[in-house]
């Protein structure tokens, strides 16, 4: 059963507009949420986190949101550029467990 | 810097054969983890290590075996027992399991049974 979802596979944005990207759970103990970036045959860099205290964190393009009562989370990249082009993976862990559960992604392009 | 290392970048293996994936972290970070990702699904725990000397299985580690002699490494061994082993391997390390720190991904292995 996938805890994460992402149901958006795929997105693409005008460069210089807003990127949304979407992320639901249902796990209510999930107190921490990652989201990562991925290009092609690489790893995972992590972009931007947020806990549960909060709802909302900035990190210059990027704010992540978070509405527990929704059990949403959701990232905004403002304005998009070409090379945030990749797949956007979001993932949530409880402060009791010991991973992290990832959602499907969603492969964002950025068109010049 | 700081950083996880994963090696090789790109395995190719023989069917029927074990092979070992290395994965070695300068961080001094307690937890470690492997996770493996297929096409069109997120990424899937394979083990994880809290501590030198033990770990634990995650939901896909039949087929799997891991140790953790040291701090630092935490090769992950794909048996011939993998069904279907040809996929993304991905290593993790955090201070801790559980909490709220980041953890660190490496750059992955990209296993194909052939």
């Known amino acids: 059963d996938q805890q994460v979802k992402q149901n958006s596979p795929s997105l693409s944005v005008q460069e210089g507009r807003i990127s949304i990207l979407n992320c639901d759970y249902t796990n209510s103990m999930f107190d921490y949420f990652l989201w990562y970036k991925k290009y092609p045959a690489e790893g995972p860099t992590f972009l931007i986190s947020?806990?549960?205290?909060?709802d909302k964190n900035e990190d210059g393009r990027f704010t992540v949101f978070l509405n527990k009562s929704a059990k949403h989370l959701s990232l905004h990249i403002v304005p998009s550029q070409p090379g945030d082009s990749a797949v956007y993976f979001c993932a949530a862990r409880a402060n009791t467990g010991n991973q992290f559960y990832f959602g499907t992604g969603t492969s964002l392009t950025v068109i010049p | 810097d700081g950083g996880i290392t994963q090696s090789p970048k790109y395995l190719f293996r023989k069917e029927g054969q074990n092979v070992t994936l290395s994965c070695e972290q300068n961080l001094n970070h307690d937890a470690m983890y492997w996770y493996r990702q297929d096409p069109g699904q997120g990424l899937r725990l394979i083990y994880y290590s809290q501590i030198v000397n033990d770990f634990q299985k995650g939901d896909i580690a039949e087929g799997y075996s891991v140790s953790r002699e040291k701090k630092e490494s935490f090769p992950l061994t794909v048996t011939s027992a993998q069904k279907n082993p040809t996929a993304f391997y991905l290593c993790a390390s955090d201070r801790t399991a559980g909490g709220n720190t980041e953890a660190f991904f490496g750059q992955g292995t990209r296993l194909t049974v052939v």
């Open positions: 947020i806990s549960s205290i909060k």
